[in-house]
Structure formats: structure tokens, C-alpha cells
């Protein structure tokens, strides 16, 4: 009876005491090994103790649940398209390696806590490139609501600094490492103090300017929102910080509001439309971005606007009037463009502007294309469309409500096709997207907020 009992008779196991006993000893020794040992981690917060390439190899090349690169890109892409098919030469970290990417934010994360766009995050640096960088970064200027005045100067251009930090508290949820919640919580600090004062706008890295491009507005305050409203993911984020998040938000749902634009038309009625890309910090007034990005009223970046608009719950008249106004202008008849498409046509492969291109983009005849949306859209003559221009202009801005063709050089052109081919490939003068925001997501916000109009 005593040797069953201390068998441990199972249908499936039969373990003796002494193999119970070795058992026990072999997990204390792996124990008191593990426990004695100093994880790449501690190493690297401690400054009188050296971490080598092997444990950082160690450490950042382990894989784990992946976390979305999507949001990086149009930064990656930039970084990588002076290469042929945007390969580059160098190794690249798996989505899976999560804690490289991670350390790559880390280090490459600038004095002031924002970063430097269009860097490649999924680069595999060696310790010491990564440290060299980080001290040449040491001695950047700071940037608060202002333009970045160096070319490696914090901006939220490229869908930037907002992306790092969700990145960096998706990773501390399955790594726990400080450094990466730290990290992530100067990088909050800086958007905070990027808002400038006076306007609750953000600015860009094209012109010190309210910033539409690049969906900055809008991409910014959904990303502060979140902070307010995701308290497990952010829950590294103080009470105090998160109350300016929400006043930051709130100031900057009325930015858009005040920046929407409002134009009359050849017969005297004024109609609300959408927005520019850039808006003036002193007036909202629509302003020059490059020297292709003239005053208008712009497609792409409204489209995300109202996208993040549709997003609030419970939203004011004056959120659902400006949902309403902007939608129902895309769907007007002389707004869309009928029967034509973009088709790429093969030419000798060169680098224009520093991009790798075999093609150019033209804009052909098809009758059962898609309807396409000019990027920009004519304002009317009571604007001011020359003030802030980077050269001198040249050709005809277009009658109201008209396409808005620009080539650089503050060059007016007649149609797409007229523009460079640098331009017409290297940039979205036309987009379709406009038509599900029309045709489904609009009708379903109406429904859901109970809106007959």
C-alpha cells in the first residue's frame, strides 16, 4: 500500500520518489543558473555594464506574435524606392521579430521624443550602427508646433510619430520591457506639444501650416482618442497626460470645423465643400504646401477627414453638418470625372527624384472605367492662390469647382497628361476612392445617427 501511494500509479505515469527527487534538483539547478544570468535587457539599462552583438542578436531576432506594419507603409516606401522594385539591399527583420523593430524605435527615437520620417524600421542594424545613430541624433534640435528645421527633425509627415507608439505599446503588451513604455510615452508628449496653441492644428513637414496631408489631422486625433479611450493598451499613460489628450482632441475637432471651406459658385450661391491640404494658422484659409500643391480643395485628404469625422459617437450638428456638406459635394455631377482611367505604359527605366521608375502613368478613354476625383479642386476667385507659392506661377488657375492640374514649378497645366512624368508617377493627382465613401459608408452613417437629409 506505501509503495503504491508514493508510485504514483497512473494509467499513464509511474513516477518513483526518486525520480520525483532528481526532478525537483533539476529544476532549482536551471533556476539558480537563469537567476545568476543578466538579460540583454538589464544590461542595456545599465550604464557601467557593455551588451554585445550576440545577446542583441539574441534578443531581437526571437519571434513572437506579430504586430501590423501597415501603418508604416508609405514611410517605408520612401525609404526604399530608390531601390529597383523597392527591394533593398539589406536584411530585414520579420514581422515576428517584434522586439528588433521595437529596438530600432528605441534607439533611433530623437532628443525631443518624436523620429525622423521614412525610416525603415524592419532594417536589421548591427548594436553599433544603431548607437552611432543615436549619437549623431543626439544633437538635433528640438521641434515643438513649429517646421522640424533639420532633415532628420521630428515630424508626423508620412503617417509618423503616432505609428511608433502604437507599435511600441503593442509590443510592451507581449514584451514588458520599460524602455519600450517610456519610449512610447515621450513620443505622446511630443505630439501634445506639437499642437500649436492658438488653432488646436498639427503641423506636417511641407509648410508651417494646419495639415491635412498625409491625413495628419485626422490620423493624430484618432490616435489621441485612442490614448483617452484604450486604457489597456495605454495603460502606461498617467491620468494627467491622458486629460490632455482629451482636451488636445477636442481642440482639434474644432481645427476642422473652422477649416472647412466654403465657395461661391458662378451663380452667386455658396456652397460648404471640404478642405486643402494645408489651412493657414493665422485665418483657416487654404495656403500653398510644395510647389505642385497649390490652394484648393482636396479629395484624397477630405475623404479621410470625414472618414475620421463618421468615427465620433453621438456627433454635434455641427459634425454631422460638415459630414453632410463635404459628402454631398464629392457626389456632384461636375465633380467626378467620367469614362477615363490611369493605365501605366512602359518607358526606359530611369530614377527620377531619386525614385526607380520602367513606366509612366498616363490617363486614357474608357468608357466603363470607374468614375475618378481630381485630387484638387478649383477654388473660387475671392481666394488668394498666389501668396506662399515657392516659385514664380506659371499658366492659369482654373475657373471654380474645375481639376486643378500642377506640375512643379508652380506650373498650371491643361489635364493629367500634360503633367511630368516624374510628377504623374511619383504622385496621386486622381483617386476612385471617393465613390464607397458616396455610395456606402455615408448612407450607413446617416442610418445609424438616424439622419433623413
Known sequence: MLLNFYNFDFPCYNFSIMEIKLSFLAFFAV????????????????????????EFEDFTQKKYSPVSLKEF?????????????????????DEEQIAGIAENMVFLQNPDGGWAKNLDYQRIFTLEELKALQEKNSRLKPVTYHLKTESHGSTMDNRNIFSQIRYLANVYMQIPEKRYAECA??????????????????????????????DVMADVLSFLNEVVQNRELYAFVDEETCARA??????????????????????????LTAWCQQHSYENYAPVWAREFE???ICSTESKNVVKFLMKIENPSPEIQNAIISACEFFDRPEIRIHGKKIVKKTRKAEVLNGRYYDYEQVLVDEPSAPDLWARFYALDSSFDVV???????????????KPVWCDRGCKYVEDFNSLSVERRNGYGYTTSSMERL?????PAWKRKNGISR
Open 31 to 54: 533556476f539558480f543558473v537563469l537567476s545568476c544570468q543578466t538579460s540583454y535587457v538589464e544590461k542595456i539599462e545599465d550604464e557601467n555594464s557593455s551588451v554585445g552583438q550576440a
Open 438 to 442: 458616396i455610395s456606402t459608408d455615408f
Open 246 to 271: 482629451q482636451n488636445a482632441y477636442s481642440r482639434g475637432i474644432e481645427c476642422i470645423l473652422k477649416t472647412q471651406i466654403k465657395v461661391t459658385l458662378d451663380n452667386g450661391s455658396k456652397i
Open 387 to 401: 501668396t506662399g507659392a515657392r516659385k514664380t506661377i506659371s499658366g492659369t488657375y482654373p475657373s471654380v469647382l
Open 185 to 214: 510615452k515621450r513620443g505622446i508628449l511630443w505630439i501634445l506639444n506639437a499642437q500649436e496653441p492658438n488653432t488646436g492644428g498639427f503641423t506636417g513637414a511641407d509648410v508651417f501650416a494646419i495639415t491635412f496631408n498625409d
Open 294 to 296: 497649390p490652394p484648393s
Open 73 to 93: 507603409s508609405d514611410g517605408f516606401n520612401h525609404a526604399r524606392y530608390i531601390y529597383k522594385n523597392s527591394v533593398p539591399p539589406y536584411k530585414l527583420y
